[in-house]
Nanobody, 120 residues
Framework: QLQLVESGGGLVQPGGSLRLSCAAS????????IHWFRQAPGKEREGVSC????????NYADSVKGRFSISRDNAKKTAYLQMNSLKPEDTAVYYC?????????????WGQGTLVTVSS
């Protein structure tokens, strides 16, 4: 069974940091770009970041540029989202997703999401 499993969410104070992980099972990540999306309560899902299969290219939403960093370790079949200087408006369910392309298409496979809450 092909699966993506996110972990690392939780409650953090404003200004704090979290690292989300996205682990693949049942397939290799080598040929997939990995996206991170988020959905805040009452809002539409939005793209946060994407990294190509080789890791050579990354992009970020304007709202997280300079604070979030995406990376991947294909040998561990895991991608990461390092989130620093967190703000209350970063509160959302975060999803990772795999795309059989180079950060140019809607992903085909999604994880179940992990909740990030930024609050004092």
């Amino acid at each position: 069974q092909l699966q993506l499993v996110e972990s690392g969410g939780g409650l953090v104070q404003p200004g704090g940091s979290l690292r989300l992980s996205c682990a693949a099972s049942g397939f290799t990540l080598d040929y997939y770009s990995i996206h991170w999306f988020r959905q805040a309560p009452g809002k539409e899902r939005e793209g946060v970041s994407c990294i190509t299969s080789s890791g050579s290219s990354r992009n970020y939403a304007d709202s997280v540029k300079g604070r979030f960093s995406i990376s991947r370790d294909n040998a561990k079949k895991t991608a990461y989202l390092q989130m620093n200087s967190l703000k209350p408006e970063d509160t959302a369910v975060y999803y990772c997703a795999a795309e059989a392309g180079e950060c140019g298409r809607y992903p085909e496979l999604w994880g179940q999401g992990t909740l990030v809450t930024v609050s004092s």
